[in-house]
């Protein structure tokens, strides 16, 4: 039996143990050479290997970019503080909650990696100062050296990299795209044209599709400024895929449209058969020109279309693409919320572990504000944070563990430095086994990072077995604590998540009611397809049926047209100076719908009102459209009131 066979059936995970492997080694290099070239701490490179490498070339040679930019603006933030606090380790303690406060929210609003640059940038501060309070060494020497044992890592781990591992293959990713594309295509087919006798496609399975793809988008854009821009175009027809999916679900009995019919249907035939995009473009604008006069949304979704299948060409032409028309077609959203909990949480947190140190003078309190601000920093960005800071709570005890024991059992019989660095070598390598099988693999890689952090190869040999142990025992604190966090100040995970995306788009909605404008109500639609794609994946994380996320986002969908077309003929109607009742009471319809979250029955019933009031003034249309929102508020009540 081939070992590759063998191993997988043991439970590895073959892609992750070849990457284990490098990182493991890529480490060992990195803790050997800051050694020999007489770095304080030559642990902190291998450290930075671990952190730095990612399984493909792209991501890696970016992360590791990142982490410099961060760790140098982290670096000086540090000694910045430690010189303006002086001894007063009060107004440290208050300097370093702020400012990796701040770094965690800020991280949490970021996408790519300049969020991680900007979270590290957070907790390297910390290390700095924290451990230059606790080892009482110069200032400027240890931010040296923590600046250039971070490069040292940061290089072996681009050296071992770039030699071993392989490229980002992003044609399967993009063939999912192009099926993806083909199969919703034909479900507009099929509602244009006559019913087939075939399988129906299904709108919430193909958005699920679409969502998962759009998850995936983010690594691939790693890399380089082409990466990014090929992102950016393949989101842009995500969004308008997930537009014309809406549409489906509004037109579900819709009456039939022979020409556009045909117009779709040679346009899937034509993604189906991978021909050039510009020719599939063709066939959607002349299904937008037949569709214009009876549907204009329909016109208006195949139009907007076509525009993301150009644009895509245009990319793979010139490698670039129009960022002013991809936000106009796609504006990721952000979540601010999260973001604002996540700088109180950590801000707070250290606060108060802080103030504690500050109160007790526990040597050790250095260490333990030190992990937690790396725990409740960097894994605030996690789905359930909650969750995996159990398993790295484990795998910290057991790398803490192995380093007193290596320290106080193997060390003392060593008589050189280089058998230091010998010592800990195999516990380094011995990682790869618990970070490439399938069942230990979450949060195993913090049993290194805490072995390297506890373990400072250098002779003399220095402490006593009691402080050894304290100090073992302030970092596996840190994740202690931010498990505590996590689970009571804003605990956060994918359902919370989900309920903090619904409310800013109903906050948004608010707004378009209050103080609606072109500018705003376009960028809301433009954010909208991206927050129905998060919607709907954050539904498949906790498998959940996509049915009531894309009900409610239909329904945003359709009150925030509705609030466009009031907005737009409120303005006419002040123009013409006409009919002042009537401007009364759309008016007070919109200071309603201002307060949609708090009486969304009572919008309901103002929108109703005035879709009588429209009537009697032949705005039949309008009528019809505010009618149905109202219909629509009534039916997704408990979404509206944010109890869903």
Known sequence: MPLSRW????????????????????????????WAIGLEHPQWSAMTVWAASQPVRELLVEKSL???????VGTAVGLLLLLATGDSLLWLVIGLALWVGLCAGIGNALHSMIAYATLLSGYSASMVALLGTASGMNTLALGADRLLTVLVGVIMALVVGLALTPRASRSALEERGRRSTARVLHLLAQRLGPQPRGTRLAPNELLSDIAILEAGLEPSAAGSRRARHSARSQRAILAALTAALLWVRRREHGQRQAAAHEAVAEAALAMDNAEPLPTVAAHLNRASQLAEAEDPALGEVLGRLAATLTQRQQFRDTGRTDRDASRRQVTRHRDWIHARHAMLRTTGV???????????GWSAGAYVMLGTSVMVTLFSTFENPAWIMRRILAWQAVGALCAVALRWLAWPLA?????????????????????????TQNGSMDYVMILLLLSQPSLPLTGTFAHSLALALAVVAGPLLALIAFRLIFPTNARRRQRHLEAMMLHELE?????????REALWQARLYHRVMRLVHWAHLQGEATHRVVDASLAALTLGETLEALRHYSQEQGKNQADPGTRRRLEACLRRIARLRQAPLEAAAALERLARTLARRQQVELARQARHSATLLRENRAFFQGKT
Do not use: K
């Open 415 to 439: 008589s050189a430095e280089w058998q230091l660095i010998a010592m800990l070598l195999p516990l380094i390598l011995v990682t790869v086994v618990p970070f490439s099988h399938r069942r």
């Open 66 to 72: 990142y982490r410099a930019l961060g760790t140098l």
């Open 350 to 360: 250290l606060l108060v572990i802080g103030l504690a140190w500050v109160a007790t």
């Open 511 to 519: 707004n378009l009611a209050s103080r609606g404008d072109s500018q």
């Open 7 to 34: 191993l997988s059936g043991q439970g590895f995970d073959l892609e992750r143990l070849r990457f284990s492997l490098r990182t493991a080694l890529a480490a060992c290099l990195a803790l050997i050479v800051a």
